[in-house]
């Protein structure tokens, strides 16, 4: 076996659109129901929107942060890490700890809790049962 | 509310007095007790609302802070049953309700207890880095700061919709990325506090530049920045750059009328008429320089107030101590350097030794590209020509500054000294 990543790439959208998104949710949760039952899945995290995003350099020893995401340039993505943090501060120390700041670019985003997924759905309409919670986890 | 277009009826002028003196306390402490920037400000907002109907009907409480504080806990424990999506919701509500069940004396509102902290607080998470300098700017004077949404967009010249949205945007990213509610610890603390400092100055700035837009507006940028100041002095009193800040922001303001004159020409400071100098704020901006001093930690802030106040401290413009002056420029442009301080310097050094000395360390700066299109490079240059005798010179750096002018007030008096060369 081999272990692959996959990335999720989308615009952001209006409202009345990222409404209709969300009340899909529970075609995710039998998506991630399937790969999970076929011992496929390892992971997975819904990440808050890129407005939420702070980035991270390192430059001649100097933490540079920045409000918003990374913006798109030559450099690709190279790997992730998923740390479990007080705050964001504690985020952003451990960011700039990483070597590879010192020439790359750290993008900060906040994963969201499975209990706000499941609300948002909800609340656009979505007839999302509790056991989701679990599903999503 | 805070801009006096209600009329001066007692009920309202009470509102509006409690709103500027007691808002950011009371939200500064309940954004702690709820967990949530937004749920807290909306329920704050609930309870000046409510209090412009209760007291009409009941009268004006004896003491409007702890009526405003009551009112805005219930209106967050109301919110709070509503909204099932705060995190730790349940010890919220029972540690809110505990503290509505409490019958005691509310806390006093001065200042020793920790409710100070908690505005402490609200101040570090406005300045956050990973908020956008703007945004910083914005959430600050709306927590703690008496303005509106309305007014601080009028005052920065941008549509409210949009001032709006920076702000609910700064304030969901505070949510959603945990930007933590805490004074920033020891190691971090020297950092975020300059981060702060320079908020509070740019807020200041912006009104003092008055660049455009509604002078009287503008004016209540300065008010602010300087009761920020003085709020930072109070809870941040061992750090010589508050007090540097503070004292260097009240000595600029006590000039702010003084510096147009009655036909609106603007007046540089060797034209002012120094009676409309604000005395009690030039004392007030004195002792805090001298406060500031006595801490033995030089800094920026309290360099520039030095230098501030040898100028307003001269008995009239040609006993000011330039030699000094110019010597407080050269500190602040080893601890910071910057070719808009070595501008500073030669235009000092000019005074103090002639206007060949002025040139010859201006000299180097006109070749530096970055300074191509800064106006008050090429009238300081032009000012040293037409004192060294260079007439001709001297009309060829003012019409370069002319045409860098985005001030209708600067613009006409570097016109008039243009024309006073011929």
Sequence with gaps: MSQYMLLVYQEEVDPTEQAEREAELPLYVEFFRSLREAGLLVGVQRLHSTESATTVRVRGGETEITDGPFAVTKEFLAGYYIVDCADLDEALKQAARFPGARYGTVEVRPVMPV??????????????????????? | MSGGAHPADPVSAAVARAFRDERAIVLATLIRQAGDFQLAEDAVQ?????????????????NPGAWITTAARRRAIDRLRRDRSVAARAERLAELMRLDAQHEEEPTMDDGSSIVDDRLRLIFTCCHPALQMPARVALTLRALGGMTTGEIARAFLVEEPTMGKRIVRAKRKIADAHIPYRVPADEELPDRLRGVLRVVYLIFNEGYAATGGDRLVRGELCDEAIRLGELLCRLMPDDAEVWGLSALMLLHDARRDARVDPSGRYAALDEQDRSLWDRSRIREGLARLEHAVRLRRPGEYQLQAAITALQIQAPDPE?????????????????????VIELNRAVAVGLADGP???????????????????????????????????????????????????????????????????
């Design chain 1, 115 to 137: 209990e706000q997924w499941v609300k948002v759905a909800r609340e656009a309409g979505a007839d999302v049962p509790d056991q989701a919670v679990e599903d999503l986890a």
């Design chain 2, 46 to 62: 609930d309870a000046f609302e409510a209090a412009v109907t209760a007291w009409r009907r009941d009268g004006v409480p004896a």
């Design chain 2, 319 to 339: 006993a000011t101590d330039w030699a000094q002056i110019a010597e407080l420029y050269g500190a602040l442009a080893r601890l910071n350097p910057s070719p």
């Design chain 2, 356 to 422: 060949a000395a002025g040139l010859a360390l201006l000299e180097p700066l006109l070749g530096d590209s970055a300074l191509e299109r800064y106006q008050p490079l090429q009238a300081a240059h032009a000012e040293l020509l037409s004192r060294a005798g260079d007439a001709a010179g001297a009309a060829r750096a003012y019409e370069r500054a002319i045409a860098l002018s985005a001030n209708d007030v600067e613009r006409a008096e570097l016109e008039r000294r243009l024309g006073a060369l011929r």
